[in-house]
């Protein structure tokens, strides 16, 4: 796998305990409340707290999956998410230091947003914060490698699977393609992005698919609970 980042903040774990009371001598019988085991960690905030301190052992497609069964999963994993515009404006305006502060609020919210690392790995690198230059390239790397197995993205069959609109929207910007054309089809084993690309070194144009089933069923549901 390839390169990128050190840890960003190591997510803890909140233990819950009640106190003792201690009763004066002579005084009543003092009573202790039960403690409370730890509060278990989901299996997302698990995967993710490796990821964070950058394990060469973390199964990207297994943090993936847990981030998508999740309660915390967006499926537009930034796109949406208060800062992600501005940390673009700021690559434009050569304010690296700013596009880094929205890079940690985008991150705050949805740390698997692949377009918030993307940029965090530009801007860092141009602020020489080469600490966090790794700890983005880190997550960059592991997240297209992931979506880059899952297919070769030439036909429905075979398409890369995404598991937010930041994934898919990343990943094409990162293969340095051009997107001409974009639009939705199905068939029954799911739903799918379509989008006619062009390569801009060889002038080259092809489709690309890719499999956004989960987000969009995640998105369906929560828009059918929101009715009831």
């Not at 905030?45 to 990207?60: I, M, N, V």
């Not at 515009?85 to 050569?94: D, G, K």
């Not at 020489?128 to 429905?156: C, F, K, N, P, W």
């Amino acid at each position: 796998m390839t390169p990128i980042i050190k840890p960003v903040a190591i997510i803890a774990m909140a233990v819950l305990l009640t106190a003792c009371a201690g009763a004066p001598t002579g005084g009543p019988e003092s009573t202790v409340a039960d403690r409370q085991p730890p509060v278990p960690a989901s299996e997302y905030r698990r995967l993710l707290t490796e990821a964070q301190t950058l394990s060469f052992t973390l199964d990207f497609d297994a943090l993936r999956r847990a981030y998508s069964e999740s309660e915390e999963y967006n499926p537009h994993g930034g796109i949406r998410l208060t800062g992600l515009p501005e940390a673009y404006q700021s690559v434009e305006q050569s304010d690296y230091e700013r596009c880094l502060r929205y890079v940690d609020e985008v991150l705050a919210n949805n740390y698997m947003s692949l377009e918030a690392h993307m940029i965090g790995v530009v801007c860092s690198g141009r602020s020489e914060a080469h600490d966090r230059e790794d700890l983005h390239r880190y997550m960059v790397e592991g997240l297209m490698d992931s979506i880059e197995r899952s297919g070769d993205g030439r036909t429905q069959e075979s398409a890369y699977h995404t598991i937010t609109t930041s994934e898919l929207r990343a990943f094409v910007r990162l293969k340095g393609l051009e997107v001409l054309e974009q639009s939705i089809v199905y068939d029954q084993q799911g739903v799918y992005d379509k989008m006619q690309v062009r390569d801009p070194e060889s002038g080259s144009e092809y489709p690309l698919f890719f499999n956004v089933s989960q987000q969009f069923a995640h998105s369906v549901e929560n828009e059918s609970a929101s009715l009831e």
